[in-house]
């Protein structure tokens, strides 16, 4: 494992363009060693960009950014190549001879060792979102960024999903940021939470709750409060208070996401 210095993500006034249109626009950020942060904000506010930054993907910058070189990147799209198999699919890009059993540990680490020999199209949304989970780890990363990685899940394989980064990220240790619109994923999984606005984070709280988390929580109801009201969505309390539910007029779903 690094040293905490080489863990450590350090943004200062970071600004991205597009055709002369700051999305990121003087941001500062520090991610400490093994830290565990969700980003949240408006569809639109620059959260993929600020990861396509961090992940290295994007130089068209200006600003300081200090990131861990060893680092690796999940997205919604599992975007394996269907050409290759998963276990080939898990080693893409890494230089040297195809290690077979590296491929293989890293599957197993996300239950998916017996898959290692099959096609991507054989694979469930859950078992591809879990091989590309594989294919992050492999790299053994100082910095793992996750760029809504369990958007397109089911809501079952989702909580699966969940618990397995937690697992993940307990075990190894590295630091964690994890773009994504569920305020209550962010506060089932993260020990600090920002909202992302008008191209700098304009809220950063810890997320200091007991582990596992408990969504009955009253700490877990009033930060989850807060960052909706953060992110300009009335709570859902409130909104079942203003127009209390009849028969004839069911109660709306609880708004978790923005
Ligand atoms: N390559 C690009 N060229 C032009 N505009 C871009 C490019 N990439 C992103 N943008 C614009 O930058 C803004 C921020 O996009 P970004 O994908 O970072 O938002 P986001 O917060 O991740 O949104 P979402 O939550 O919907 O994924 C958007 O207005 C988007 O259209």
Not at 9 to 17: A, Q
Request: charged residues 25%; hydrophobic residues 45%.
């Amino acid at each position: 494992m690094a040293t905490d210095l080489h863990r450590t993500v350090t943004v200062r006034g970071l600004t991205r363009s597009f055709d002369g249109r700051a999305v990121v626009d003087g941001l500062d950020l520090t991610l400490r060693a093994g830290q565990f942060t969700a980003l949240l904000g408006h569809s639109g506010c620059g959260k993929s960009t600020l990861l396509r930054v961090l992940a290295g993907l994007d130089r068209e910058i200006s600003g300081t950014v200090l990131v861990p070189k060893r680092r690796a990147v999940a997205f919604q799209a599992p975007r394996l190549m269907p050409w290759k198999r998963v276990w080939r699919n898990v080693l893409l890009g890494l230089p040297g001879r195809p290690d077979r059993e590296r491929a293989e540990r890293a599957l197993a680490e996300v239950g998916l060792g017996h898959r290692s020999g099959a096609w991507p199209k054989t694979l469930s949304g859950g078992e591809a979102q879990r091989a590309s989970l594989a294919r992050a780890l492999v790299r053994e990363p100082d910095l793992l960024l996750l760029d809504e990685p369990f958007g397109a899940l089911d809501a079952l394989t989702r909580i699966k999903a969940q618990r397995l980064v937690g697992e993940l990220w307990r075990r190894r240790g590295c630091t964690v940021l994890l773009v994504t619109h569920d305020v209550d994923e962010a506060l089932l999984l993260a020990d600090r939470a920002l909202v992302m606005r008008d191209g700098v984070i304009a809220y950063d709280t810890p997320v200091a709750l007991d582990r596992p988390r408990d969504p009955a929580d009253p700490g877990f109801a009033a930060l989850r409060a807060r960052l909706l009201s953060e992110l300009g969505v009335h709570d859902a309390p409130d909104t079942l208070r203003d127009a209390p539910a009849t028969a004839e007029t069911p109660a709306p779903p609880v708004p978790q996401t923005v």
